[in-house]
């Protein structure tokens, strides 16, 4: 996977999930933020955690709770951005109330 370094802030959480699935590994859009970690990042929308990217595994990690109609939205958007993820991605494992201190994420 390349990291791109060059970054245009992103306007609209399609342009950041865009953005998160590229590789950059930082940005924020309103309340979705990209979080950089020693070998992932995360999408972050408040504090809940939408999409982890684990670099070593390839694995994309992909919250399936049901939350608002807002984030439920922004879950839409990354279910149909994810068939054209420019970082390779080996395996999509979906979890339910993924939380930021789950040991399986920021190691």
Do not use: C, W
């Not at 590994?25 to 408040?46: F, K, M, P, Q």
């Amino acid at each position: 996977m390349s990291v791109t370094t060059k970054q245009v802030k992103p306007k609209t959480n399609s342009q950041i999930i865009k953005q998160f699935l590229s590789g950059v590994r930082s940005g924020e859009v309103n309340n979705l933020t990209i979080h950089n970690r020693v070998d992932s990042i995360a999408l972050i929308n408040y504090n809940t955690i939408l999409l982890e990217y684990e670099f070593h595994t390839k694995t994309l990690h992909l919250n399936k709770t049901r939350y608002s109609p807002t984030t439920s939205r922004i879950q839409g958007k990354i279910r149909s951005a994810i068939p054209y993820a420019e970082v390779k991605i080996d395996k999509i494992e979906e979890y339910d109330n993924i939380q930021q201190d789950e040991k399986y994420l920021f190691q």
